[in-house]
């Protein structure tokens, strides 16, 4: 079983930046995918930035790309997302997820994840 905890969320005015970490735990990660999604209030989930267990691929959303960077310590079983120049329009809770997946292609659908952390609240203040 999967078990992905995030922290790291906060209160912070624009501009301002944050880093976000989820610790996972279970099984070996070699095949699995971690992402990073967000949900503002009266809105879907949305993808924010992916990151394959093994290797160097990263990838963002256009509305992210630049301003965060995602990045994993295998060793820890954690993975990050650094979050530059933050804007209010980035307020959201912030979750990871995870699905294990030999695809080529990089899930950027929220329903193509079989585990969830329970979220982090992003607020940024103009």
């Known amino acids: 079983q999967v078990q992905l905890v995030e922290s790291g969320g906060g209160l912070v005015q624009a501009g301002d930046s944050l880093r976000l970490s989820c610790a996972a735990s279970?099984?070996?990660?070699?095949?699995?995918?971690l992402g990073w999604f967000r949900q503002a209030p009266g809105k879907e989930r949305e993808f924010v930035a992916g990151?394959?267990?093994?290797?160097?691929?990263?990838y963002y959303a256009d509305s992210v790309e630049g301003r965060f960077t995602i990045s994993r310590d295998n060793a820890k079983n954690t993975v990050y997302l650094q979050m530059n120049t933050l804007k209010p329009e980035d307020t959201a809770v912030y979750y990871c997820?995870?699905?294990?997946?030999?695809?080529?292609?990089?899930?950027?659908?929220?329903?193509?994840?079989?585990?969830w952390g329970q979220g982090t609240q992003v607020t940024v203040s103009s």
């Open positions: 279970g099984p070996t990660f070699s095949r699995y995918r």
């Open positions: 990151i394959r267990w093994i290797g160097s691929s990263r």
């Open positions: 997820a995870a699905v294990q997946s030999g695809e080529w292609s990089f899930p950027r659908d929220y329903w193509q994840y079989d585990y």
